[in-house]
């Protein structure tokens, strides 16, 4: 029998039975009190009451500091504070109360840290110290800044070569700091830029340039105003871009219909309460925000987007037939596009019955799908992670690109594609230089602005950094922020490999577990955060930062920060830089450190898009960079948009093992990435446990199993067994076939090998498993 529904039989009496430990059935609306009272319980979790919630209101004001928790863009930056559970949560974490200074690791081991949870590791609080590991104590010791300098540029100067070490990027870097890092590695001599964009957008980098000419979303948030449909793919605001629910709201109340693909129902996109919303809050209401949700198989999004399109030909011909002038954009297509015919080839040759089967969804919803699209003049595209973090991502988002295109959804206002981006500044570390395949016009800036051609070669990924780690071809590390080794795929591999590094040195706020994979040398150096006061020897700093609309506006931090030890990620970065390259061409690291206009001085130069920068970073809400498809300029090979191809629709051969299921691994409503705030995951009804995967009911019984049974999770993979075990079963609104998990927990099934070919995009929403009874 058709699983789709046997589950539609099974799901009714789910929630009749009682449910297992910690998991109940979440009926409430997204956001509303409970989002307040969400935050009323962190700030005391963290000890700061009245001065965090005084801090709460500067986030994204003028002059004030831009909110660490995601990179949806501000109503023109200048409006009254708005709320967000989550961007609350990301500010109180980093103001805490809490530190971690020598006495701290004094009194604990790294290998007595290392058994701690992640959650607990950072939870001690904010790191006051530069801090070397010493061998004798196994223990972190203070060590002086300069000191910790002259040992990095011996470790990094003892390299055979330069191609040898690795430089990690966080998208929580200022440009200012993206910037100085690329500089100084560049000057060394080497491309080796993984960064966090590389497990997140890299199919929207990599894919839509080849699409529509550039690697960004196209919309800004005005164009949400003037939208007549939004669809949306796999991505889930109500948690990571809390912010956009207003925006998402508002159309909603203008009727505007929202069409919903994702696999799980995300309570934030069916029903949301606007805790700005002074009627919603008093009189207990709400506004749904999807008008249609379709429940796409995890992985199904290139059948359904394929289903979507053929059926736009079809309806095209019929039209056509039946007098009318067809309901493709023949203009903007035969203007401004090529490749229809292969796509519409590739899209008819495509069987009813296989799309059906591979996406999960009916004949019935893709036609009532394309019906809203058919009947909106301006349509914008969302999409997330569920899209990009596929064997095929970058396949996925070109089909996106393709479903927009038939329309002339591209370029014109109300319409567009928007990719949502991660980290607050993950799109700004990318325009300003971090990435490991530098094109001609980086180069030729970089020697206009400091008068030597830094190296052309292509430098490594994150995956390939990890994967030179592991063969001791890489000998050295530099994190700019972040948690890579427990945002990698593969930990038992990837922990393995950290420890073979002479080196490691991490740039942070809080301790994690990447700390604690031991090199010869592992020093973490303090920074300064979003919130915090940053005064250098010319006075008071800003930072810039770039949404996911390519709006660049600044960023100062006002509060006194956590110890006197802590310094600025470009002063770091500079210091760092000053040692091991003495003046070598002559760069003067002091001076750039001391006055940032002088950081951003140079960033016009190489990039000549942020022309006037210093001038323009003083307008309130900033100024948006150019992004050519906005404007129908297409920056292809062919100077057009093009529709490409992407010949099947499997993802993955190994998910035909007839007892696979896809297992897509997400964020709970209480972490930031690696960053585990708490237990909860109060929209999907999970309480104080993060041990859980979301079955099927069809699934768990075809396996013999029952909601609330010890299951163990293994993957289909080539190489070696992983498996998780232990978990606990849920049944779930989640379509058979499809499971979830969290991460990181789960990223001990995937395997390294598991990514996108075409961006080098970890699969971590497209992971094969078994299921089986723990035993
Ligand atoms: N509070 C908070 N905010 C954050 C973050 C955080 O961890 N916490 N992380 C930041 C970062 S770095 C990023 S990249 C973003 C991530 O933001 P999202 O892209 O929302 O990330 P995920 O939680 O991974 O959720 C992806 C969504 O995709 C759906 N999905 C899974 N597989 C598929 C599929 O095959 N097809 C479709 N259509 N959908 C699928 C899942 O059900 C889920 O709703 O958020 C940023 N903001
Ligand atoms: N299975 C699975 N794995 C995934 C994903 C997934 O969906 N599923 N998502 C992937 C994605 S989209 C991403 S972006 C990566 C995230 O990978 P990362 O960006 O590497 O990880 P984070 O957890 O954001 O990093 C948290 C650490 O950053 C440091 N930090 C916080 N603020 C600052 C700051 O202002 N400056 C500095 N220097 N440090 C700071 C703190 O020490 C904190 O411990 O994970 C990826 N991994
Ligand atoms: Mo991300």
Redesign the pocket.
Known sequence: MNARFVETQLQGDVHEQKRPDGIERHTAPAGGWGALKAVAKTLAHQQIIAEGAVTLLKANQPNGFDC?GCAWPDPKHTSSFEFCENGAKAITW?LTAKRVGPDFFASHSVTDLWDWSDHKL?DQGRLTHPLIYDHCSDRYIAIEWEDAFNRIAAGLNSLPSPDAAEFYT????SNEAAFLFQLFVRAYGTNNFPD?SN??HEATSVGLPLSIGVGKGTVTLEDFDNCDAIFSFGHNPGTNHPRMMTTLHEASRRGVPIVVFNPLKERALERFAAPQDPIEMTTLSSTPIASAYHQVRTGGDLAALKGLMKRIFERDVADIASGGAGVLDREFIATHTIGLDALKADVEQTEWPEIIEKSGLSLEALDSAVDVYLKAKNVILCYG?GIT?HANGTANVQQLANFLMLRGNIGRPGAGICPLR??SN?QGDRTVGITEIPNAALLDGMEKAFGFRPPAEKGHNAVEAIEAIIDGKSKALIC?????AV???DPEATFAGMRKLDMAVH????L?RSHLLLAKTSIILP?L??TDLDIQATGRQSVTVEDSMSMVHASRGFLKPPSDQLRS?PWIVAGMARATLGDRHGIDWEGRAADYGLIRDKIEIVFPDFHEFNVRVKIPGGFRLTVAASDRVWKTQSGKAEFLVAPGLDEDARLRDPDALVLA???SHDQ????IYGLDDRYRGVFGRRDVIFMNRYDLKTRGLADGDLIDIEAISGSGTRSVTGFTAVAYDIPPGSVAGY??E??HV?ALTDYDRKSGT?A??GVPVRIRRSL
């Not at 740039?507 to 809080?510: E, S, V, Y």
């Not at 930031?672 to 960053?675: E, F, K, Q």
């Open positions: 660490p980093e950072e966080s998208g929580r870097a966090c497990m997140c992670m973090q991660g980290h993950v700019l922020g972040g948690n890579l945002a990698m795929s740039l942070a706020t809080k994690n920074v955060g979003r990620e691994t997400v964020r930031y990435n690696t960053t991460y990181p789960m990223n995937i970890p971590y929403k």
